[in-house]
C-alpha cells in the first residue's frame, strides 16, 4: 500500500503546527511573558529549586506519592531522549551553531513555563479511587478555568497525550533501541523487542512509585555518564572551544554559508531550528513533565514548580550544551562522506564522540547513551498516557492501559516509523496549544501566589507547619488540600457547569486572578 500522499498530507500539517507562524512563537511568547509576569523567577530561584530537588529531596510528612527528586528524575527519563543526541545534530546539521544559542534561549524562557505548569499540576491535582495523586493539564485546564472552555481544553489535551505517548514517547524510542543494538551487537529487532517489552510491563505494573524507583536510580547513572564523556572531549579540544562559542552565538544572528550538504543558510534557520528542537527536548510548554510534578511528595506548589524547572535547566543548559558543543568543537557538523554530503544527524554525534574520544569508548557511549535515554523515556510516557487514560475513562482502564502500551514497545521495534514519527510530532504540537491557553489564562493565579509564598519562605526552608500557618485563610489553599480526598479525580461535569452557570466561559474568580 502506499502511503506517500498520507505522507505529504501529515509532513505539510507539522510544518504548519511546528512552522515559524503558530506553535513555535506561541511557546516562546508564552515563556516570555510568564518570565515577566513572575520576575525572573527561574534566574532567582534555580539554586533553591537545585538544593531541593537535589539536595533535600523530598518534604517529610507531606502528601504525594513520589518524592520530589523521583518527580524530577521522571520527568527527566522522559525529556532527556533521542531528543538530545539526534535532534540537537538535527537542529544544528539545518540550522548551523546558531541553532544551539536558540536552544539555550528555549530553555531559559521555557524555566518560566515548567515552573508554572508544574505548579498548577500540584494546586489542583486530585486522588484517584486508588489513593495515587493526579494531575497536570487534564486537570487543571478543568478545574482552573471553570465551565465549557475548561473541560473542552482538559479533553482535547488528555486526547492528544494518549496519542502522543504511544508515538513519540513509545514506538519512536522503541526502534531507536532496537536499531542501534542491532547495528552496534547484531542483535535481531525481535528479540530487542521482547525483552524491552517484558522489561517494561514489568516496572508498569508497580505504577508510578515503581517508575520513581527505578528513574531515580537510572537517569542521574546515565546523565553523569554522557555528560562526562561530553566533558572530556571539551577538555581534550579546549583550545577550540572559545571559536566554538563564538561561532554559536555569531551565527545566531547571521546565518552560516552553505557547506557540502549544508542546508541551513540564513537566521530564520537558526531560529526555527534551535527553537523546534529545544522545545522538543525539555518540552516546556507541552504540559508533559507537570503530570509526574502532580505525584511528588510536597508541602506547597511552589516548591515543587521550582524543582520542576530545574529539569528544562538539566536538559537544556546541560545536556544538550554538551552535546551540541561537542558536534562544533570537533567539526563534524559541517564534515562531509565520501559521497560529498553532509554526515547525517543520527551519526553525527556518535562521529563526535568516536573522534572525541579514545580507541572505540565514543561509539558505545553513544549507543548506551541512546539506548538508556530511549527508554528511560518510554517509561516516563507511559506514566503521562496512563493518568490521561485514567482522566478520560476512569481507573478501571490503566492496567490495560499498562499491558497495551508494553506491546506497543514491541511492535515499535520492529516496523518502520516515517509515518508514526510525523503523527507524533502532530499530536505533541497539539497536545501544547490547550496547555498554552491554560498558562496565559491561569498566569495572574500563578503569580499572585508564588509571591504569597516567596515572602515568606525564600529559599524553601519552611517545615510543613510552618506552612501551615503563613498559608491558613489564603485564597485557594483549602481547595489545593482538598485535593488529597479520595475520589476527587472522578469527573464531576454537572457541578462544574453549575458552578460557572454553563456559560461556557472562565468563572469570573479565575477571570480576576490577574
Known amino acids: 500500500m502506499d502511503l506517500t500522499p498520507l505522507q505529504a498530507i501529515l509532513d505539510a500539517i507539522s510544518g504548519i503546527i511546528w512552522g515559524p507562524w503558530l506553535l513555535i512563537p506561541l511557546l516562546v511568547g508564552t515563556g516570555l511573558y510568564l518570565t515577566i509576569r513572575l520576575g525572573g523567577l527561574q534566574f532567582l530561584k534555580l539554586g533553591a529549586g537545585l538544593r531541593l530537588g537535589l ?13 520530589q527528586f523521583q518527580a524530577l528524575t521522571t520527568a527527566l527519563a522522559a525529556t532527556v531522549g533521542t531528543g538530545n543526541i539526534v535532534g540537537v545534530a538535527t537542529a544544528i546539521g539545518i540550522g548551523g551553531p546558531g541553532a544551539l544559542f536558540w536552544m539555550w534561549v528555549t530553555g531559559l524562557v521555557g524555566m518560566a513555563s515548567k515552573y508554572t505548569e508544574a505548579y498548577l499540576a500540584v494546586r489542583f491535582r486530585t486522588t484517584d479511587e486508588a489513593g495515587e495523586k493526579s494531575g497536570g493539564p487534564q486537570h487543571y485546564l478543568r478545574r482552573g478555568i471553570r465551565g465549557r472552555l475548561g473541560e473542552v481544553l482538559a479533553v482535547s489535551f488528555a ?6 505517548c504511544f508515538g513519540i ?3 519512536t524510542q522503541g526502534n531507536s533501541i532496537a536499531s ?3 547495528f552496534s551487537w547484531g542483535v535481531p529487532t525481535w528479540v530487542t523487542g521482547i525483552v524491552l517489552a517484558g522489561l517494561t510491563l514489568v516496572v508498569l505494573v508497580g505504577g508510578i512509585k515503581s517508575i520513581g524507583r ?3 536510580a537510572f537517569v542521574p547513572i546515565m546523565i553523569v555518564f554522557y555528560v562526562l564523556g561530553g566533558l572530556y572531549i571539551l577538555a581534550a579540544n579546549v583550545t577550540a572551544l572559545p571559536a566554538a562559542l563564538a561561532e554559536v552565538l555569531t551565527d545566531a544572528f547571521t546565518g552560516t554559508a552553505a557547506v557540502g550538504g549544508f542546508a541551513g543558510s540564513a537566521i530564520i534557520v537558526a531560529v526555527q531550528m534551535g527553537v523546534a528542537r529545544g522545545l522538543f527536548s525539555n518540552e516546556s510548554g507541552l504540559g508533559s513533565a507537570a503530570i509526574a510534578a502532580a505525584a511528588a511528595r510536597t508541602t506547597h506548589p511552589v516548591r515543587q514548580g521550582l524543582v520542576s524547572m530545574t529539569q528544562t535547566f538539566i536538559d537544556t543548559l546541560i545536556v544538550v550544551s554538551i552535546t551540541g558543543l561537542t558536534i562544533i568543537v ?3 557538523w559541517d564534515d562531509v562522506d565520501e559521497a560529498g554530503e553532509q554526515i547525517s544527524a543520527a551519526l553525527m554525534t556518535g562521529e563526535a564522540f568516536s573522534s572525541g574520544l579514545p ?3 565514543g561509539h558505545w557511549l553513544v549507543t548506551i547513551g541512546l539506548v538508556m535515554f530511549a527508554y528511560s523515556t518510554i517509561l516516563g510516557w507511559s506514566y503521562y498516557g496512563e493518568r490521561n487514560v485514567e482522566r478520560l475513562f476512569g ?10 502500551f508494553s506491546l506497543v514497545v514491541l511492535i515499535g521495534c520492529t516496523v518502520e516509523l516515517e509515518l508514526v514519527w510525523t503523527f507524533s510530532d502532530i499530536a505533541n504540537g497539539l497536545m501544547a496549544l490547550p496547555n498554552l491557553i491554560g498558562l496565559l489564562l491561569l498566569s495572574g493565579l500563578v503569580a499572585r501566589e508564588t509571591r504569597h509564598y516567596l515572602r515568606h519562605d525564600p529559599r524553601l526552608e519552611a517545615t510543613r507547619d510552618e506552612v501551615e500557618a503563613f498559608m491558613a485563610g489564603q485564597p485557594g489553599w483549602d481547595e489545593w488540600k482538598a485535593g488529597d480526598e479520595v475520589g476527587t479525580s472522578r469527573i464531576d461535569l454537572r457541578a462544574t457547569r453549575d458552578r460557572a452557570g454553563d456559560t461556557g466561559e472562565p468563572e469570573p474568580s479565575s477571570r480576576a486572578r490577574d
Do not use: Q, Y
Open 55 to 67: 539536595l533535600r529531596r523530598s518534604d517529610d510528612g507531606a502528601e504525594g506519592d513520589i518524592s
Open 159 to 164: 486526547i492528544f497525550t494518549v496519542i502522543a
Open 169 to 171: 514517547g513509545n514506538m
Open 180 to 182: 542501534n543494538v542491532e
Open 214 to 216: 527505578v528513574t531515580a
Open 330 to 332: 570537533t567539526g563534524v
Open 359 to 361: 580507541g572505540e569508548w
Open 395 to 404: 481507573r478501571r482502564l490503566v492496567m490495560p492501559f499498562r499491558v497495551l
